[in-house]
T-cell receptor, first 111, second 111 residues
Framework: SQQGEEDPQALSIQEGENATMNCSYK?????LQWYRQNSGRGLVHLIL?????REKHSGRLRVTLDTSKKSSSLLITASRAADTASYFC???????????FGTGTSLTVIP | DAGVTQSPTHLIKTRGQQVTLRCSPK?????VSWYQQALGQGPQFIFQ???????QRGNFPDRFSGHQFPNYSSELNVNALLLGDSALYLC??????????FGSGTRLTVV
């Protein structure tokens, strides 16, 4: 089974609102990453947070990590229609060479 | 600076046939990983190549094989195609397994 699981599966918001999506994972990690995917195309790397970090910011993105709960959240502030995409978390599950992806959150931002 | 290039972008094959997908890594990258993404799912790790050798393999049958060339480009081969092999195949390149960049993928349809 996949390491990460995103919640909710789908999210629909109005432009300008904030979007929050969550990721839970099962085993210890070195780092966790968030990716965006538009219409089943390639993955775009958004942000990486290491296991010893609790919060990280990049532009309108804020990521938190709680290793005790094995969970992470991605907050997109002041959403735009262009943010419409699927968002995936990926973990390295203890430092291996592969990433474990969740099933993703489908975000729709309504103009 | 070209990113990761995958070819072809779309492909339709018949059950039982064989297929070869190609990936050119981002300039300066030496490691190539392959992922399979079924519709509505997150990507799943197939294998990773570094220094022309398979370094790690996910839970995929031997019908899936690969190769890395001296110029770091890579091929993914799938034999005896099944309907369930229909998916988006993503290639990711990195330098020493750090800083992964994904390509736009090859959409394989098996009929």
């Amino acid at each position: 089974s996949q390491q990460g699981e995103e919640d909710p599966q789908a999210l629909s918001i109005q432009e300008g609102e904030n979007a929050t999506m969550n990721c839970s994972y099962k085993t210890s990690i070195n780092n966790l990453q968030w990716y965006r995917q538009n219409s089943g195309r390639g993955l775009v790397h958004l942000i990486l947070i290491r296991s010893n970090e609790r919060e990280k910011h990049s532009g309108r993105l804020r990521v938190t990590l709680d290793t005790s709960k094995k969970s992470s959240s991605l907050l997109i502030t002041a959403s735009r229609a262009a943010d419409t995409a699927s968002y995936f978390c990926a973990t390295d599950a203890g430092g291996g060479n592969q990433f474990y992806f969740g099933t993703g959150t489908s975000l729709t931002v309504i103009p | 600076d070209a990113g990761v290039t995958q070819s072809p972008t779309h492909l339709i094959k018949t059950r039982g046939q064989q297929v070869t997908l190609r990936c050119s890594p981002k300039s300066g990258h030496d490691t190539v990983s392959w992922y399979q993404q079924a519709l509505g799912q997150g990507p799943q790790f197939i294998f990773q190549y570094y220094e022309e050798e398979e370094r790690q393999r996910g839970n995929f049958p031997d019908r899936f094989s690969g190769h890395q060339f001296p110029n770091y480009s890579s091929e993914l081969n799938v034999n005896a195609l099944l309907l369930g092999d229909s998916a988006l195949y993503l290639c990711a390149s990195s330098l020493l397994r750090i800083g992964y960049t994904f390509g736009s993928g090859t959409r394989l349809t098996v009929v």
